[in-house]
């Protein structure tokens, strides 16, 4: 059965994703804790309520926990399937991962702020027919807009490694700690501009491929915000600037066309603008160079 139908250009159509609820458990239910999604139509002039992902289709080790690392591998090389509208499909295991963070964001109880019930998602490589080379270059030419339009961005940066849910969370601490305490940092950033000026500073310093194992928590924190100059929590956010996400050619324009981007690692999660303030900080911490 086909799986993708035209789309109609002239009013500039796009598929989004519906993922639906995680199946209750059966024992004769071979797709229980899969990924199940639906395909939508929606036209980009109907103005639709939907987000776009930004991510990197794969993962080099430094980015995955290293007890892990030898079954992402495998999954990378074989894919990890999914259900879409009935269909088995094969995805890379980042995209899959992300996936199914945000099922569980769509799902969990309470409905989440940041993704409600009706969200859906634009992903590349599912909304977009691959195999079909016209659609495909006509999606790209339309990328921009399809990212301006969007709700909002998420940018997935993978799943949980090297502390980076208690690195997001100490970014989130820190930053409150300078606006209660007065402290100034650099200006605003031009977001177009000085972006990629930023996301390269950053990534001179970001050498570091796992941090310390055992600096977990609130003495984590605190140590981090008492000598951030050598704490271990610039060291985990040295990691996190680290990853290869920030390395993606397509990331200005997929983060910058939008005004709203939240930056998801694993289950955590902060805007852009928290995210890269604090690496400005950081930038003025390690000295620019």
């Known amino acids: 059965m086909a799986i993708y139908q035209t789309l109609n250009d002239s009013i500039h159509k796009i598929r989004v994703l519906h993922i639906l609820p995680q199946r209750a458990f059966k024992a004769s239910d071979q797709t229980q ?116 339009k969007a709700r909002c961005v998420n940018a997935w940066l993978g799943p949980e490694a090297s502390n980076s849910s208690a690195a997001m969370e100490f970014a989130k601490i820190y930053n409150n700690h300078v606006r209660n305490n007065g402290l100034q940092g650099k200006e605003s950033l031009n977001r177009k501009s000085k972006l990629r000026q930023l996301m390269n500073q950053l990534l001179k310093h970001s050498h570091v491929s796992e941090a310390p194992k055992d600096s977990i928590g609130d003495k984590w924190i605190a140590q981090g915000l008492k000598d951030p100059a050598s704490g271990p929590s610039w060291i985990a956010l040295a990691a996190l600037y680290g990853r290869s996400y920030w390395r993606r050619v397509w990331i200005v324009q997929e983060i910058i066309s939008n005004s709203t981007t939240w930056v998801h690692c694993g289950g955590s999660a902060m805007s852009l603008t928290t995210l890269l303030g604090l690496g400005e900080r950081c930038v003025d911490i390690v000295g620019d160079d």
């Not at 139509?41 to 109907?46: D, E, G, M, Q």
């Not at 990890?80 to 995805?91: E, M």
């Not at 099922?103 to 702020?113: A, D, F, P, T, V």
Request: charged share 20%; with cysteine.
């Open 33 to 148: 804790g899969q990924v199940e999604c639906l395909l939508e139509y929606v036209s980009l002039n109907n103005s639709p309520f939907y987000h776009a992902l930004s991510y990197t289709w794969q993962l080099p080790d430094s980015d995955v926990p290293f007890a892990d690392r030898e079954s992402v591998t495998r999954n990378e090389d074989s894919g990890v399937d999914i259900i879409l509208d009935g269909n088995v499909v094969s995805v890379t295991f980042n995209l899959w991962s992300a996936l199914k963070q945000f099922q569980y964001l769509l799902y969990m109880e309470g409905e989440s702020e940041m993704f409600p019930r009706e969200t859906r998602l634009w992903v590349d490589a599912i909304c977009i027919n691959q195999l079909e080379f016209s659609e495909r270059n006509t999606q790209v030419r339309q990328m921009r807009q399809i990212y301006q």
